[in-house]
Structures are given as C-alpha cells and as structure tokens.
C-alpha cells in the first residue's frame, strides 16, 4: 500500500536562519581566503618586480 504525503508535508526544511547563516559563513571564508592569498601575494614578491628597474645589458 502507497503512502500518499501532500507536497507541503514531504520537504526536508525551510531556507530558515540555519540556510543564512551557512551562506554568512561561506561569505565570511572566502573572504578570509581572499585576504591570505592577497598576503601571500605580496610577500611572493622578487626584488626584481619591487624595484621596477630596467634590465641592463
């Protein structure tokens, strides 16, 4: 015998504070992640492309 559930009755969950704080979370971490490889990317400098110069030769 089939069980029939109605549409409203069979979701898993609404898009509630848990949804928004996940999305705040990930928001949140790609910043983070952005900031480091910013950081990253300064620190990888050569003294070379810090100084600008033009080679000799």
Known sequence: MVKIIP????RQGRWG???LRIL???LLLA???WG???IYGELAKTPA???GSAPSG
């Open 7 to 10: 549409e409203n009755e069979a």
């Open 17 to 19: 504070w848990h949804g």
């Open 36 to 38: 480091i490889a910013e």
């Open 49 to 51: 492309t810090e100084q």
């Open 31 to 33: 910043f983070v992640a």
């Open 24 to 26: 705040i979370a990930a």
